[in-house]
Nanobody, 126 residues
């Protein structure tokens, strides 16, 4: 059974940092593409940062470039999202999602990812 479990969300002041973790199980981690997505109230889910585990290639949305970093620890089957210089507009529920990398055609597009975690709330106060 595929499982993705997010952790690390919380309340932080603007300018602060958080690190989200996504612990994966039930599939071959090395063969996966995994992404972080977020959804704010009244908005569509959007891709934030994504990684292809086998070669470590990454993608970051323009809105988070220079502030967020995605990484993986293959020994722990875990993907991280380090978020620095957080802004109130980063407030959202953050989800991690996975797809076999061989099936991915559009990196960091939500509909391309087929397994999703339950989400973790990130709230940035001004």
């Amino acid at each position: 059974e595929v499982q993705l479990v997010e952790s690390g969300g919380g309340l932080v002041q603007a300018g602060g940092s958080l690190r989200l973790s996504c612990a994966a199980s039930g599939f071959t981690f090395y063969n996966a593409a995994i992404g972080w997505f977020r959804q704010a109230p009244g908005k569509e889910r959007e891709g934030v940062a994504c990684i292809t585990i086998s070669d470590g290639s990454t993608y970051n949305a323009d809105s988070v470039k220079g502030r967020f970093t995605i990484s993986s620890d293959n020994a722990k089957n875990t993907v991280y999202l380090q978020m620095n210089n957080l802004k109130p507009e980063d407030t959202a529920v953050y989800y991690c999602a996975s797809v076999p990398a061989r099936l991915l055609t559009r990196t960091c597009v939500p509909v391309e990812y087929d397994f999703w975690g339950q989400g973790t709330q990130v709230t940035v106060s001004s």
